[in-house]
């Protein structure tokens, strides 16, 4: 069964401080990984695809990388407005198959 | 604008009562996701349309939850006789063959 696993569940930063969200996937084939943001009250917003291991993609202070089992979600020198729920997502190849399968996600807080 | 919007975007009902919420995707956009989200929780897959079509529906839905597009664009889902269970966000996203799939704001319901 398609399964992902986010760690730390939460994670308390200060400002500045470097740290990485981890992604843990099983997939019976990976069409793409995806990272997403979420503030409370409102609805996903799309950060990354990732299609193949050995990928990274880089946008400001976020940088994600993929390997077969896992993807990291870096996070460089953050600041108090990258507080916010962070939501890995894979879609498997299986078929006609395009639903997303969610991790339960990590809550970061950065401390100024 | 013109991201994916969704309408209302809050909906306090009482429970046994019918609701129905709008979703309008990226205009380039075939594919139509519905997903639910509760406190806590990654977004739990409801439905998929391309184009016009359904081509999948969770089997953890009710015959009381009902999707349509019945022109390729717009999308609606309808609720009947609604239950306290039901309270959640009820997300709306879009995408193309891409695979990424772009979140609206959501549509926040409470059943009393």
């Known amino acids: 069964e398609d399964q992902v696993t986010q760690s730390p569940e939460a994670l308390r930063l200060q400002e500045g401080e470097s740290s990485s969200l981890n992604c843990s996937y099983t997939?019976?084939?990976?069409?793409?990984l995806f990272w997403y943001r979420q503030d409370p009250g409102k609805g996903p917003e799309f950060l990354f695809t990732?299609?193949?291991?050995?990928e990274e993609k880089e946008k400001e202070r976020l940088k994600a990388t993929l390997t077969k089992k896992e993807s990291f979600l870096h996070i460089t020198a953050p600041k108090p407005e990258d507080s916010a729920t962070y939501l890995c997502a894979v879609q498997g190849n299986a078929g006609n198959n395009r639903k997303l399968i969610w991790g339960l996600g990590t809550s970061l807080a950065v401390n100024p | 604008d013109t991201g994916v919007s969704q309408d209302p975007r809050h909906k306090i009902t009482k429970r046994g009562q019918n609701v129905t919420f709008r979703c309008d995707p990226i205009s380039e956009h075939n594919r139509l996701y519905w997903y639910r989200q509760t406190l806590g929780q990654g977004p739990e897959f409801l439905t998929y349309f391309q184009n016009e079509a359904q081509l999948e529906k969770s089997r953890l839905l009710s015959d009381r939850f009902s999707a349509e597009r019945p022109k390729g664009s717009f999308s609606t889902l309808e609720i009947q006789r609604t239950e306290q269970g039901d309270s959640a966000m009820y997300l709306c996203?879009?995408?193309?063959?891409?695979?990424?799939?772009?979140f609206g704001p959501g549509t926040r319901l409470l059943v009393l």
């Open positions: 990732l299609y193949s291991a050995g």
């Open positions: 997939v019976s084939g990976l069409r793409g």
């Open positions: 996203a879009s995408g193309s063959a891409q695979e990424t799939q772009y």
